[in-house]
Antibody, heavy 116, light 107 residues
Framework: EGQLVESGGGLVKPGGSLRLSCAAS????????MNWVRQAPGKGLEWVGR??????????DYAAPVKGRFTISRDDSKNTLYLQLNSLKTEDTAVYYC???????WGQGTLVTVSS | EIVLTQSPDFQSVTPKEKVTVTCRAS??????LHWYQQKPGQSPRLLIR???QSISGVPSRFSGSGSGTDFTLTINSLEAEDAAAYYC?????????FGQGTKLEIK
């Protein structure tokens, strides 16, 4: 059974940076296209971006609100997905989930709070 | 960007009732429409993929249908444990998007 475990969330000031991690187990991570999805408090789900598998090019795509500020990367040797968050804004406050494309596996989420 | 509009936003329903949630897309999705259930404090759970494909472990009372721009999630004989928010999600084109969600309350 596959599992995803996020970490790295916390409180950060506007303009600050944070790096989230997502550790994968129980499935072939290197073959998986991976996504980040976020959910602001009391709100719905918002797709943040994805990264293809290295064999499919390893390219990334982002939602407009985060493009240029967030970067998704992966380390297949560590079965880990990353989300680098820069130039954070208060509206980036959310629970951040990693998930496989196709939605089979989701992590439990990690809370990022952007506040002065 | 493809906009997904769900209806209703909220519904209060009684156990054993049949529930229908609809999702309308701003452009054709083919069959690239998926449904998720999210209970408070939990991660989303995939219920239906590619419009109507069932998922192992998901009760058979959940089913999906539709094509193009109009899709439906049906819950037959609702149970108390189905109290949750339900989201449609499209993977037809980037950026991927979600519907705004439908909250089901059990009377």
């Amino acid at each position: 059974e596959g599992q995803l475990v996020e970490s790295g969330g916390g409180l950060v000031k506007p303009g600050g940076s944070l790096r989230l991690s997502c550790a994968a187990s129980g499935f072939t991570f290197s073959n998986a296209w991976m996504n980040w999805v976020r959910q602001a408090p009391g709100k719905g789900l918002e797709w943040v971006g994805r990264i293809k598998s290295e064999t499919d090019g390893g390219t990334t795509d982002y939602a407009a609100p985060v493009k240029g500020r967030f970067t998704i990367s992966r380390d297949d040797s560590k079965n880990t997905l990353y989300l680098q968050l820069n130039s954070l804004k208060t509206e980036d406050t959310a629970v951040y989930y990693c998930a496989t494309t196709g939605g089979t596996y989701w992590g439990q989420g990690t809370l990022v709070t952007v506040s002065s | 960007e493809i906009v997904l509009t769900q209806s209703p936003d909220f519904q209060s329903v009684t156990p054993k009732e049949k529930v229908t949630v609809t999702c309308r897309a701003s452009q054709s999705l083919g069959n690239n429409l998926h449904w998720y259930q999210q209970k408070p404090g939990q991660s989303p759970r995939l219920l239906i993929r590619y419009t109507s494909q069932s998922i192992s472990g998901v009760p058979s009372r959940f089913s999906g249908s539709g094509s193009g721009t109009d899709f439906t999630l049906t819950i037959n004989s609702l149970e108390a444990e189905d109290a949750a928010a339900y989201y449609c999600h499209q993977s037809s084109s980037l950026p991927y998007t979600f519907g705004q969600g439908t909250k089901l309350e059990i009377k």
